[in-house]
């Protein structure tokens, strides 16, 4: 009815943050016609995914729109929708993708549920919803959708998740998408199946789309236009690109520098790297994992699996040796996530042993694995959801060292601010409550929290995904030298070959 | 596709809240007689309503609107204390529960679910028999120990939940202690449910205060209370309706707003 007007039309927004004091967007300007794709890029912090919430009406406590802001939705005028208004455009209208999806699926529920209730509330019948969520599945790459379907959001790895969120995304045919980062936890091949997606949803449904990324060569592939957002402003994007290692779309090389053989170990760090830990240590691995099934319920799956044949896991064994780097690689869904929860006890193993540093890690539990648990620190792929959201930077990393008798009160805020620091964490920042930082800034905070205890063996779920070239060369950087000062060892969890290539002189595919 | 949104109670509710505690703090002030006090048993019994006794008098010739008001006290207090004794039951057996997991865990929840099962008024009228009249805090406190059953089981699916999702298990991976997690963790993410199930726990003390004071075994006389004053009309209630009309909208005006900002402090949770 309103083919004239642009889908999404946007002018004079600007948005303030009360507690900051800081003018995150100022000024956008720009509008987005019918099947149309913007890209946006910008550096950690530039104010993307505020962006993407002030187009939903959804800005934090605390926020507030600048006067004369202006966002039309074809010939809606949205600014001034009040709570009912907006839950009649939310996700039938607009539809969002975020870029952190555990944050954004109901962690009680089953994807289907998910599904069809979203259905219902915008008057789709159980089963249509259901079939399209079933063709949704189907072309994000999805061989088996009603395995997927009856999963809980935490047995879906982190790429698997936000595939299903681009699924429910398109549940309603909406006029306008917002995908914020939504292949930051995808392998290459992945991305592209989930770049073609989007180009057809825009060629089938005239569905117009706001893509936000840091990887502006997916922005230039499949974007018609591609504007930076540079502290809270707009402008056109770089002609020539930021290092943008190791991010090309298309058919990355799988073939990493390292032995695929992950029992040769011994060999090969002994060859391609003097480690800074003692030499008799490296006798006794850090880390032993034996044969190792790890599995989830799954009701569509008729006769319980007690033979393991559905367990994403199968029979895994490995070593990691002290200051050692191990790459874990592999498609989504291949099981990297579990493994390291799995390592970390918040899974239960079917079979096998995880050994570390000589304590079997399913024989203690209660206080003595709290007290192992300093050694053993993580990172994890959704690294903002892993943070308690109502402290500020500075008592989450304070609180590891404080449960770990490192220090106390005045001097463990000292200690955490130079971690902080460390990790190339704004100064400003540091009494900023968590969820009020971007993800790349809360990246950070997470890292800086792993590292407050003093750990010997790190697990990085993805470390450097949601980061911009410069902030992920910071923090590649930053593991390099805690590796070689620390002598820490690492678990590198990863779709970034470049990333893989430099840290890790071993891989392990699963 | 939903952010935590914050749920807001609205404004009318608010002010009848407000107005509410601002007439029980300030009911002996208002009190246009001694609500104890029989005026002329002789001349001044079952007085309707009337400009001189706004709510008519009792069967002692004491001022209803008087003992209405200070009565406010003695019903509300003993509800709100019944419903903070069953707040704190029910966190610490729902915690205990969720965080002790397996065996203890079904034993603690099969228990709370055998002392649900049991009709709330039968224990409570036994309690009364059996010690006589009860003190007002001691009344509170055993409103409250059999009241708080619903709020454990509320707090420990929440903390299950919420123990799954990652910003604990982040916590837990830190190795953040079990103490800490429970008061740095657990309940700030708890708060929303305790203040539905708080409300819930003073919602359902409010008329078995009543009504064990009706039935003379809540709160003593002379004292008032809004189940006392009822009390007073029996044998004759159509007759004495304003002794009965006023207390009794209160009671169950109460009962209402409670539910109302129970609800509108859960509205929102769901999907």
């Given at each position: 009815m309103s083919a004239t007007l642009p889908a999404l039309r946007v002018h004079g927004l600007g948005v303030t943050f009360a507690g900051a004091g800081r003018l995150v967007l100022d000024a956008i300007e720009f509008s987005l016609g019918r099947g149309e794709a913007l890209g946006v890029c910008g550096p950690s912090g530039a104010g993307k995914t505020t962006l993407a919430l002030a187009l939903l009406g959804l800005l934090p406590r605390g926020a507030r729109y600048a006067q004369g802001t202006e966002r039309h939705l074809g010939a809606l005028r949205l600014d001034d929708l009040d709570d009912r208004g907006w839950s009649a455009v939310r996700g039938r209208r607009i539809a969002m993708v975020f870029q952190e999806p555990l944050l954004a699926l109901h962690p009680a529920l089953r994807v289907r549920r998910q599904i069809v209730e979203v259905g219902r509330l915008h008057g789709l019948t159980d089963q249509e919803s259901t079939r399209r969520l079933h063709e949704g599945l189907e072309t994000m790459g999805f061989a088996t959708p009603d395995r997927i379907a009856d999963r809980?959001?935490?047995?879906?790895?982190g790429g698997q998740r936000q595939r299903v969120l681009l699924a429910m995304a398109m549940l309603m045919r909406p006029e306008v998408l917002i995908a914020d980062?939504?292949?930051?936890?995808?392998?290459p091949e992945r991305r592209d199946a989930v770049g073609d997606a989007l180009a057809n949803l825009r060629r089938d449904h005239g569905t117009a789309l706001l893509l936000i990324s840091h990887d502006i060569a997916l922005l230039r592939a499949r974007c018609d236009a591609v504007v930076s957002l540079r502290d809270g402003r707009l402008a056109d994007a770089p002609v020539v690109d930021a290092p943008v290692a190791g991010v090309s779309t298309r058919a990355a090389p799988t073939t990493y520098d390292a032995g695929a053989d992950p029992m040769t170990h011994d060999a090969l760090t002994a060859s391609t790297r003097p480690t800074s830990a003692s030499p008799n240590a490296a006798?006794?691995?850090?880390l032993r994992v034996e044969h190792l099934h790890v599995g989830y319920h799954t009701p569509s799956v008729g006769a319980e699996d007690a033979d393991g044949a559905d367990d994403v896991l199968r029979d895994l064994s490995f070593t990691l040796a002290r200051g050692e780097v191990l790459g874990v690689v592999g498609p989504s869904g291949a099981g990297k996530t579990t493994l390291a929860q799995a390592i970390l006890r918040l899974l239960p193993t079917r079979r096998g042993r995880v050994v570390f540093d000589g304590t079997d890690l399913a024989a203690i539990d209660g206080e003595p694995l709290r007290r192992l648990r300093r050694r053993l620190q993580h990172v994890a792929q959704d690294a903002g959801a892993s943070l308690p959201a109502h402290q500020s930077a500075s008592a989450a990393v304070a609180e590891g060292l404080e449960v770990h008798g490192i220090a106390r009160g005045a001097a463990a805020r000292t200690q955490a601010a130079a971690l902080l620091a460390e990790v190339g964490?704004?100064?400003?920042?540091?009494?900023?409550?968590?969820?009020?930082?971007?993800t790349g800034e809360r990246q950070r905070v997470a890292i800086a929290r792993a590292l407050g205890p003093g750990p010997d063996l790190l697990i990085c779920d993805e470390p450097t995904a949601s980061l911009d070239p410069e902030r992920r060369e910071q923090v590649l950087a930053l593991l390099e030298r805690l590796r070689d000062t620390r002598g820490l060892a690492l678990l590198l969890i990863s779709h970034d070959p470049a990333a893989i290539a430099r840290l890790a002189p071993r891989v392990l595919p699963l | 596709m939903t952010r935590p949104q914050r749920h807001r109670v609205d404004a009318t509710t608010l002010l009848t809240v407000g107005g509410i505690v601002a007439l029980t703090l300030a009911g002996p002030a208002l009190a246009p007689y001694a609500p104890t006090e029989a005026l002329d048993p002789q001349r001044l019994?079952?007085?309707?309503?009337?400009?001189?006794?706004l709510l008519g008098t009792d069967g002692f010739s004491r001022d209803v609107l008087s003992r209405f008001l200070v009565g406010a006290r003695h019903t509300l207090g003993v509800a709100l204390l019944a419903a903070g004794v069953a707040l704190v039951l029910g966190t610490a057996v729902g915690l205990g529960a969720a965080l002790a997991g397996r065996w203890r865990e079904s034993f603690l929840m099969r228990c709370t679910d055998a002392l649900l099962a049991m009709p709330r008024l039968l224990v409570l009228l036994l309690v009364v028999t059996g010690t006589g009249a009860l003190r007002l805090d001691a009344l509170a406190l055993v409103l409250g120990a059999t009241g708080w059953m619903t709020t454990a089981r509320l707090v420990r699916q929440e903390t299950r939940r919420l123990l799954a999702t990652d910003a604990l298990r982040g916590a837990i991976v830190l190795g953040v202690p079990p103490a800490r997690l429970v008061t740095h963790h657990l309940l700030p993410a708890l708060a929303p449910t305790l203040a539905v199930a708080a409300t819930g726990a003073f919602a359902s003390a409010v008329p078995l205060e009543s009504g064990l004071s009706y039935l003379g075994l809540g709160v003593p006389t002379p004292l008032p209370s809004w189940g006392n004053i009822i009390a007073e009309?029996?044998?004759?209630l159509l007759r004495r309706w304003w002794v009965v009309v006023f207390p009794t909208a209160a009671i169950v005006g109460t009962v209402l707003l409670a539910n109302r900002v129970a609800e509108r402090l859960t509205h929102g949770d769901a999907p």
């Open positions: 809980f959001p935490h047995q879906l790895s980062e939504p292949t930051t936890a995808l392998d006798a006794a691995p850090l964490f704004p100064a400003t920042l540091v009494d900023a409550r968590i969820d009020t930082l971007s | 019994a079952w007085q309707p309503p009337s400009a001189q006794f009309a029996e044998g004759d």
